[in-house]
């Protein structure tokens, strides 16, 4: 069987595909609207929270054309975070994925009525999709989706981020922000297809275990590849957490100890999957990939 990475070009067509399908034309009106979120979706972005949503899938025995609507919609949602995250109330970034960002190109009040509208998509394109299993299970999962990005994930974890600049805060404070700012959508993504089956509460805990380790990871590895990257390489801002001393890893405890706790992370998220004994090549290549990368 082809590996999961060997297919990943080709499922990122098929997610983007389905992204500009769902996003509104340049020329629907409001234009300027219109444009701001297709500039802010259609962009480059890595889609990795899709890709682990069908690695996820793919894992579980579920079809993958039965996720892609809620894979694109959380794209979506990622996409509304990033606008918001860059604007100058919050980290105050001008560069995205190698171009300017949302506000820099359009203006702050259509990059957050931007954001609004992608957040409003997604929950519009969960709630008419297709789904094949009871109506409270499909209604569980968007509530879980919703969960995931409000106070008690992304938004909560944002709010302790901006609040840890010039904190020193120990390593368990920053785990914790790193798990709901990044965390929470990453692990909703994952445990999107458990909602498609009947699955036991072992195999639950593993894929619970497996996103937890795996979205700290992602991050420290998004801090170290902004302490040791170059803007040619990454397209984003490599001063913006030093310029506003954050309560980044690398910044806190150093490089080493940052490489050396993603490496851990990944350990533990790879054991967490030895429950499904073999059928979690895909999840266990995509964690491959997020503690590897270099972008
Ligand atoms: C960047 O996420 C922001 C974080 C939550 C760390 P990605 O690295 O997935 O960004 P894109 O979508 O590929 O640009
Ligand atoms: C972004 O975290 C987290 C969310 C958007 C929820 P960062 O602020 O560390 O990510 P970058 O470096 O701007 O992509
Ligand atoms: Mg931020
Ligand atoms: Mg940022």
């Known amino acids: 069987m082809a590996s999961f990475k060997t297919k990943i070009p080709e499922y990122k067509k098929l997610i983007d595909d389905c992204l500009e399908d769902s996003l509104p034309n340049h020329d629907q009106s409001p234009q300027k609207l219109s444009q701001a979120m297709l500039y802010s979706v259609m962009n480059g972005g890595k889609r990795i929270r899709p890709l682990m949503m069908l690695a996820s899938a793919k894992t579980l025995d579920i079809n993958i054309d039965d996720v892609l609507p809620f894979a694109t919609s959380i794209e979506l949602l990622h996409s509304f975070s990033l606008i ?42 969960m709630a008419l999709a297709k789904f094949p299993e009871s109506k409270i299970s499909h209604l569980r999962l968007i509530s879980m989706i919703a969960e995931s990005i409000g106070s008690s994930g992304m938004a909560g974890g ?14 368990k404070s920053v785990e914790n922000i790193y798990m709901l700012k990044t965390g929470r959508l990453l692990r909703a993504s994952i445990l999107t297809p458990t909602y498609f089956k009947k699955l036991s509460e072992e195999k639950l805990k593993a894929l619970n275990n497996f996103s937890e380790a795996i979205g ?39 490089i080493n100890q940052s490489k050396k706790r993603v490496e851990e992370l990944y350990q533990k998220a790879s054991d967490s999957l030895s429950i499904f004994k073999g059928s979690s090549s895909s999840l266990e290549e995509m964690a491959k990939i997020i503690i590897n990368r270099k972008l």
């Open 216 to 254: 700290i990871a992602f991050q420290i590895q998004d801090d170290l590849i902004e302490a040791e990257g170059d803007f040619e390489t990454i397209g984003k801002s490599v001063e913006s957490d030093k310029s506003k001393n954050k309560a980044a890893y690398p910044i806190l405890f150093g």
């Open 158 to 171: 944002q709010s302790l981020d901006l609040d840890s600049e010039n904190k020193k805060l120990n390593a």
């Open 84 to 125: 918001h995250d860059d604007l100058p109330c919050m980290d105050d970034d001008s560069l995205r994925r190698g171009l300017p960002t949302t506000h820099i190109k359009f203006g702050e009040a259509t990059a957050t009525l931007a954001a609004d509208a992608l957040q409003s998509l997604a929950f519009q394109n």
